[in-house]
C-alpha cells in the first residue's frame, strides 16, 4: 500500500495550509486530520498511511492510515493540553454523534462539524 506525504505551512491565524505533492487540499487549524477527511471523501482507501511534515522540515511529525486521522482532532481545554481525540459530527436530529468508523460497515451520518 503507498503512502501519502502531507506537506504543511502556515497561512496566518493559527491555519495551515495542507499539500498532497502540489495541490492544496485544505486550510485548517488541524491540517493532518481535516486532510485525512478530505482524501477520504475523495474515496482514498481508509487504510493507506498518511503522514505530514512541515515545510522546510524533513522530520515526520505525525502518521497514521486515512481512517484513523480523519475520525480525530484535537482538542485543547482550558485546564488540559492539546489531546487527540475523537472527532464528533452533528447528525440529521442536530445531535452531535462519534465520527463513523470508515470500515464498510459504517452507518452514514451527518455534515462534519467545521473546524
Not at 524533513?58 to 481512517?67: E, L
Amino acid at each position: 500500500m503507498p503512502t501519502l506525504h502531507l506537506v504543511v505551512s502556515p497561512v496566518g491565524r493559527g491555519k495551515y495550509a495542507a499539500h498532497l505533492n502540489d495541490r492544496e487540499m485544505c486550510r485548517s487549524p488541524t491540517p493532518f486530520f481535516a486532510a485525512a477527511r478530505v482524501l477520504l471523501a475523495q474515496g482514498f482507501d481508509p487504510a493507506t498511511l498518511l503522514t505530514m511534515r512541515h515545510e522546510g522540515s524533513a522530520i515526520i511529525s505525525i502518521r497514521a492510515t486515512i481512517g484513523q486521522a480523519a475520525g480525530r482532532t484535537v482538542h485543547e481545554g482550558d485546564k488540559d493540553s492539546a489531546r487527540i481525540v475523537r472527532l464528533k459530527t452533528v447528525a440529521a436530529n442536530g445531535l452531535f454523534t462519534e465520527f463513523p468508523d470508515p470500515r464498510p460497515q459504517t452507518a452514514k451520518v451527518g455534515p462534519v462539524v467545521a473546524e
